[in-house]
């Protein structure tokens, strides 16, 4: 059974910086590019930042020099480093894996940045 499961959401102030997690299993870590999305409300779900299964990265315009992603393969896990968040940054983030013609989905996290 694939499970994607994400943590580290929360309230935090602008400026602040979060990390979240995502640990996964069910399928082939290694092989899947993992990538963080994010919903804020009213909006569309956006592509945040992905890893491919080389350690290439990209992220949006909106967050370059901001964020990181990186994966341990030994964890099956995905981070998201989030630093100077911004009230912008608010969303829900999901955890996704791709390959192929797979596509999996965590069931989000929430983080909110406000002062």
């Known amino acids: 059974q694939v499970q994607l499961v994400e943590s580290g959401g929360g309230l935090v102030q602008p400026g602040d910086s979060l990390r979240l997690s995502c640990a996964t299993s069910?399928?082939?870590?290694?092989?899947?590019?993992m990538s963080w999305y994010r919903q804020a409300p009213g909006k569309e779900r956006e592509l945040v930042a992905t890893?491919?299964?080389?350690?290439?990265?990209y992220y949006a315009d909106s967050v370059k020099g901001r964020f990181t992603i990186s994966r341990d393969t030994a964890k099956n896990t995905v981070y998201l480093q989030m630093n100077s968040l911004k009230p912008e940054d608010t969303a829900v983030y999901y955890c996704?894996?791709?390959?192929?013609?797979?596509?999996?989905w965590g069931q989000g996290t929430q983080v909110t940045v406000s002062s």
């Open positions: 069910g399928f082939t870590f290694a092989t899947y590019h």
């Open positions: 890893i491919i299964s080389g350690s290439s990265t």
């Open positions: 996704n894996a791709f390959y192929l013609s797979n596509s999996y």
